[in-house]
C-alpha cells in the first residue's frame, strides 16, 4: 500500500530545500496523496516553493496537474499566489488550466493580482487568461488589484480588458 508523503518532507519542499526528485519517486510514497496531517500534495508543495525540476518530475511520473485543495487551489494557482514565475512557467507548459478556479471562483490571475506578482499577471495575459472572469463575488482581477493598491497590476488589467474588447 502506498503512503502519504510526510508533512515535514511537503514543509522541505515548499521551502526551497534541495530534496531530489529521485529521492521523493523511490520512497513509495502515493504522489498523489495529501500528506500526513497537510493538505498539501508532493506537486502544490513544489508549486509553493518554485520547484520546476520537481514539477516536471511529478508530473512526468503521474503527479496529477489539476488535483488542488479546497483552501489553496490547483498546483498552478499557488505557484501564482507566491510569485513563482519558472513554477507558473513550467505548469503552463505542462498543461495546467490557465482557468483552473477555488471553491471562490478564484483564478490563477486574480490571486496573481491581489499579491502583487506584476511578471506572473503578464505571463498569464500573454498566455490568454480571459481578464474578465468574475469570482464568486463578482470581482475581477482588476478590481482585486484595485482594491489591493496595486495600481500598476490594475492599469495592465484594465489595458488587457480593452484590447480583449477589439
Not at 103 to 113: C, D, K, R
Not at 138 to 157: F, S
Request: no cysteine.
Amino acid at each position: 500500500m502506498s503512503k502519504s508523503p510526510p508533512k515535514d518532507l511537503l514543509t522541505s519542499i515548499a521551502g526551497r530545500e534541495p530534496i531530489s526528485a529521485d529521492m521523493i519517486l523511490n520512497s513509495g510514497f502515493d504522489i498523489n496523496a495529501f500528506g500526513d496531517g497537510s493538505e498539501r500534495t508532493l506537486l502544490l508543495a513544489a508549486a509553493y516553493g518554485d520547484r520546476s525540476d520537481l514539477i516536471r518530475e511529478l508530473v512526468s511520473h503521474g503527479a496529477r496537474i489539476e488535483l488542488g485543495n479546497a483552501f489553496e487551489g490547483t498546483a498552478l494557482i499557488v505557484a501564482a499566489t507566491h510569485g513563482n514565475l519558472d513554477a507558473v512557467k513550467t505548469l503552463l507548459d505542462l498543461g495546467a488550466n490557465l482557468e483552473a478556479q477555488t471553491e471562490q471562483g478564484v483564478t490563477p490571475l486574480i490571486v496573481a493580482a491581489a499579491w502583487g506578482n506584476r511578471e506572473v499577471v503578464d505571463l498569464l495575459i500573454a498566455r490568454g487568461a480571459n481578464v474578465h472572469h468574475r469570482d464568486n463575488r463578482g470581482d475581477t482581477a482588476r478590481t482585486i488589484a484595485e482594491e489591493k493598491d496595486e495600481h500598476q497590476i490594475a492599469e495592465v488589467l484594465k489595458a488587457a480588458e480593452a484590447a480583449d474588447r477589439n
